[in-house]
Structure formats: C-alpha cells, structure tokens
C-alpha cells in the first residue's frame, strides 16, 4: 500500500508560481513512476508529468517550458513547480504513482486556482 499527500495548491494570479508537493508514505520503496494529472470541471483528467525513479522526465506540451517535475526519493517526496501559470491552468492536480508491479495510487487531490 502507498499512501500519497498532495500540498500547496492555492489561488494564485495569472502569471504567478506555485509549487506543489506530494509525500508518499507506505511501501513507497516499490513506486517506479510518478506523476501529475490534473482535472478542471467538465473535462477529462489529463496527464500533466511524469518522472521515473532514474529522473527520467515527460511533460504535457500545454506545460512545456512553464512547469518542471521533479522528486527527492530520500524524502519519498515529489513537485510540481509551476510557473507563468494561466487561467486555462485551474484544475485539481492530483498525484500518482505506479509500483514496480503495475498496481497504481492516487493522492486526494489539491486546488489550483489561477485567476486576478
């Protein structure tokens, strides 16, 4: 089991930063991949970034340039810094992580709210 904890979501005004983190807990040993997926009403939940266990990273091209994924593995701890944020941007960020074995997880959720 995995436990995963998003923070530091927020209101925040066009062009600003956030960063956002995410504490895994549990047999965390055993997470390869990790990532951020985020959702805005009305729409499907989308890839954001990923980041393997090697630093590996992927991002969506809509974030390209703007946000940069990365992970502590001594502190089982993972962010998203996002920065030039855009309206288009609010969404739920959520964090997952997949397991050596396949089996996936996902964290709560956390705000993101970009707006003057």
């Known amino acids: 089991q995995v436990q995963l904890v998003e923070s530091g979501g927020g209101l925040v005004q066009p062009g600003g930063s956030l960063r956002l983190s995410c504490a895994a807990s549990?047999?965390?040993?055993?997470?390869?991949?990790m990532g951020w997926y985020r959702q805005s009403p009305g729409k499907q939940r989308e890839l954001v970034a990923t980041?393997?266990?090697?630093?590996?990273?992927n991002y969506a091209d809509s974030v390209k340039g703007r946000f940069t994924i990365s992970r502590d593995n001594a502190k089982s701890t993972m962010y998203l810094q996002m920065s030039s944020l855009k309206p288009e941007d609010t969404a739920v960020y959520y964090c997952?992580?997949?397991?050596?074995?396949?089996?996936?997880?996902w964290g709560q959720g956390t705000q993101v709210t970009v707006s003057s």
């Open positions: 997952n992580a997949v397991q050596s074995s396949g089996y996936e997880y």
């Open positions: 549990g047999s965390r040993f055993s997470i390869n991949a």
């Open positions: 980041i393997t266990s090697d630093g590996s990273t």
